[in-house]
Structures are given as C-alpha cells and as structure tokens.
C-alpha cells in the first residue's frame, strides 16, 4: 500500500514559481513510475509530467514543456514537480500519482491516467495575474 501526499500549493502571481511535494509513505518510490495530473473547474483531468523509474526519463505535455521539471528523490520517497513561468491556465488542483505495476509493463503510456493505481489528495494551484 502507498499513501501519498502532495504539498506546495498555493496563490501565485503569472510568471511567478512554485515547487510541488509528493511525498509517499508504506512503500518505496524507487521501482514505481511516477505522474503528476492536474484538473481544473469544469475539465477533464489533463496529464502533466512523468518520470520512469528504469531510465529516468521524463515526459511532459505539451503545455507545460519547457517551463515544469519533474524530478525525484529516492533518498527522500519524495517526486517534485517545479513550475516556472506559471500562467493563468495552470489554475488547477494537481495530483500526484504512482504505477506500483511499472516493473510488470514492457511498454508505457505514461499521459493515461490508467497507469497509475495510486493517488494523492491533491493540492490547489492558482495563478492570478
């Protein structure tokens, strides 16, 4: 059983930065594919970054690329998602989500929500200008 937590949320001017925690208790991240998701009033819940964990690679949607970075301490059983340059569409609450199968899986579609069998609460983002 996993049981995570995001944190790091909060009220931000456009252009402005903000780190996002998700941090994970019961079992180790180390083997686990790890996504953030986010969903705003009235919209579907969008994929936003993932990262593998047999070759560290990282993806991202097209809205957010360039500007969000998604990394991962082991040491920690923590996955950041640092956002920059922040815009008035990324108001949305985000979640943090984990593939405890990933060490089953030849391939991946880490952008479907499916993947992932464990998710956070969420934590609320708002950018204002």
């Known amino acids: 059983q996993v049981h995570l937590v995001e944190s790091g949320g909060g009220l931000v001017q456009a252009g402005g930065s903000l780190r996002l925690s998700c941090a994970a208790s019961?079992?180790?991240?180390?083997?686990?594919?790890m996504g953030w998701f986010r969903q705003a009033p009235g919209k579907e819940r969008e994929f936003v970054a993932a990262?593998?964990?047999?070759?560290?690679?990282?993806y991202y949607a097209d809205s957010v690329k360039g500007r969000f970075t998604i990394s991962r301490d082991n040491a920690k059983n923590t996955v950041y998602l640092q956002m920059n340059s922040l815009k008035f569409e990324d108001t949305a609450v985000y979640y943090c989500?984990?593939?405890?199968?990933?060490?089953?899986?030849?391939?991946?579609?880490?952008?479907?929500?499916?993947?992932?069998?464990?998710w956070g609460q969420g934590t609320q983002v708002t950018v204002s200008s």
């Open positions: 990262i593998s964990w047999r070759s560290g690679s990282t």
């Open positions: 989500a984990a593939d405890s199968r990933s060490v089953l899986r030849i391939t991946n579609y880490y952008s479907d929500s499916t993947k992932y069998d464990y």
């Open positions: 019961g079992r180790t991240l180390i083997r686990y594919d």
